[in-house]
T-cell receptor
Framework: GIQVEQSPPDLILQEGANSTLRCNFS?????LQWFHQNPWGQLINLFY???GTKQNGRLSATTVATERYSLLYISSSQTTDSGVYFC?????????????FGRGTSLIVHP | DTEVTQTPKHLVMGMTNKKSLKCEQH?????MYWYKQKAKKPPELMFV???????INESVPSRFSPECPNSSLLNLHLHALQPEDSALYLC???????????FGPGTRLTVL
């Protein structure tokens, strides 16, 4: 099946810093989502971005499907950005689209 | 309404108990999913329902039994669970198979 690698695995920032999270995938994908899992376990949709660039406030994401990677940019980080960021992709495999999550990037933002 | 709801939020059960988890969405989505997440791990797909029919079962033990009574509701019936089944159980929905998924807040299950 498709392999998804996220980097870095852990990230510690001071409030106000910027960061870039990366998601590499091993095959062509039909769908790609970025999620933020808060400390209570809720998975919050950040972006649905199989290709192209999107922005939402301090967050933006870019997926270069031909080069099999996606980037999530967090600017002016806040303590509420802490949590785990997951990239999830799905690709046609035998006629079914099995979603695969990366192992996540754990982000801690200190005040 | 872009919300997926799950009940209960927390559940503690013994190995001989029977319990059920419930998931509901009112977005008109036709695909619904159950995931299991252990601590410090990514979610793992368990089941997929598409148009109220079970389309994917990721080799889940029979002590987990899914049910989709209608297009808005998804249940997960639990029986004779083991302590290693303790985890966060997440429900998600999407407009169609493998479109953008929306997750509920999860049920934290502890099996004693």
């Amino acid at each position: 099946g498709i392999q998804v690698e996220q980097s870095p695995p852990d990230l510690i920032l001071q409030e106000g810093a910027n960061s870039t999270l990366r998601c590499n995938f091993s095959d062509s994908v039909n769908n790609l989502q970025w999620f933020h899992q808060n400390p209570w376990g809720q998975l919050i949709n950040l972006f649905y971005i199989p290709s192209g660039t999107k922005q939402n406030g301090r967050l933006s994401a870019t997926t270069v499907a031909t080069e099999r990677y996606s980037l999530l940019y967090i600017s002016s980080s806040q303590t509420t950005d802490s949590g785990v960021y997951f990239c999830a992709v799905s690709a046609a495999s035998g006629g079914s689209y099995i979603p695969t999550f990366g192992r996540g990037t754990s982000l801690i933002v200190h005040p | 309404d872009t919300e997926v709801t799950q009940t209960p939020k927390h559940l503690v059960m013994g190995m001989t108990n029977k319990k059920s988890l419930k998931c509901e969405q009112h977005m008109g989505h036709r695909a619904m999913y159950w995931y299991k997440q252990k601590a410090k791990k990514p979610p793992e797909l368990m089941f997929v329902y598409s148009y109220e029919k079970l389309s994917i079962n990721e080799s889940v033990p029979s002590r987990f039994s899914p049910e989709c009574p209608n297009s808005s509701l998804l249940n997960l019936h639990l029986h004779a669970l083991q302590p290693e089944d303790s985890a966060l159980y997440l429900c998600a929905s999407s407009a169609r198979d493998w479109n953008e998924q929306f997750f509920g807040p999860g049920t934290r299950l502890t099996v004693l």
